[in-house]
């Protein structure tokens, strides 16, 4: 118990409202935690920390912790955050977006951040949902979800963000739940340790606009649904195609230590500088 007033007095601004606006039973509370363990864990000074979040529910953790912070437009988060990584390369950067604030507007810049493997570490808190502004589906809403433009069922196909963070040459891929917390620390840790473009997705439910029109009858059931339907990467790639259906395997995807593009510039402007 100590250790938590101590992370809460140190590393959350006192003068914003609390408790936060979540609604009951969001995950994105309990990534927030997670994301604050796994700096205070690792040693980091919070004046070497700058978290950049776009818009939406997710966003509200610029708000709240007391780092250097940056609450940007709708889908540019990682935009600003590659500017502010190639102007300080020695911050630790943290980009905090929702599935359709990085798969949406801001897909793009998803894509080209892990081209470039540009040295920043990529949360994107995937609930299926447009939660903040009025449950519209997302990129990644399954088909057939019910919400507030497909009432009838969705008929588009989904993104995997692991499959698209990979595809597009991130240095590190890995998929988390709120379920299972003492992993999604862990990931996140990792994330922030490793050099390059690092992704983490987050599975965080929204009850409010995604789990009452799906067939949720709480959000405990949600959750429950997490640990049944997850299944860690090293056990699910033993599975026949038949034990793989309806599962999703959780756990590091990917993980490469290739310099990010700010330490190539740097070295190139070295290289040009003794060139005279």
Not at 255 to 268: N, S
């Amino acid at each position: 118990m100590a250790q938590v007033t101590e992370l809460i007095h140190n590393y959350l601004r006192h003068n914003k409202k609390f408790p936060h606006v979540y609604c009951a039973g969001c995950g994105h509370g309990i990534v927030l935690g997670s994301l604050i363990r796994s700096v205070h864990n690792l040693g980091y000074s919070k004046d070497d920390v700058v978290l950049v979040a776009g818009i939406g529910c997710s966003g509200r953790m610029a708000v709240y912790v007391d780092f250097n912070t940056v609450h940007t437009t709708h889908g540019r988060a990682l935009t600003f955050a590659t500017g502010i990584k190639m102007a300080n390369p020695s911050l630790k950067v943290i980009v905090v977006m929702g599935d359709g604030d990085a798969m949406s507007i801001g897909g793009n810049h998803l894509i080209h951040a892990a081209r470039r493997n540009i040295g920043l570490t990529a949360l994107v808190l995937n609930n299926n949902i447009y939660g903040m502004t009025g449950g519209q589906y997302s990129p990644t809403s399954p088909p057939g979800t019910i919400s507030a433009t497909s009432p009838f069922g969705l008929l588009e196909r989904s993104f995997d963000i692991v499959d698209m963070a990979m595809a597009s040459g991130a240095n590190y891929v890995a998929r988390g739940t709120v379920m299972q917390v003492n992993m999604l620390d862990g990931l996140i840790a990792e994330a922030l340790e490793n050099p390059g473009f690092n992704l983490v997705e987050i599975l965080s439910p929204c009850h409010t606009q995604y789990g009452r029109k799906n067939k949720f009858k709480t959000v405990v059931d949600m959750y429950e649904w997490y640990k049944k339907n997850t299944v860690k990467l090293d056990r699910y790639v033993k599975m026949s195609a038949a034990e793989q259906a309806g599962l999703t395997p959780i756990g590091v995807f990917r993980k490469e230590t290739l310099p990010g593009l700010e330490v190539r510039y740097a070295e190139l402007r070295e290289k040009l500088q003794e060139q005279g």
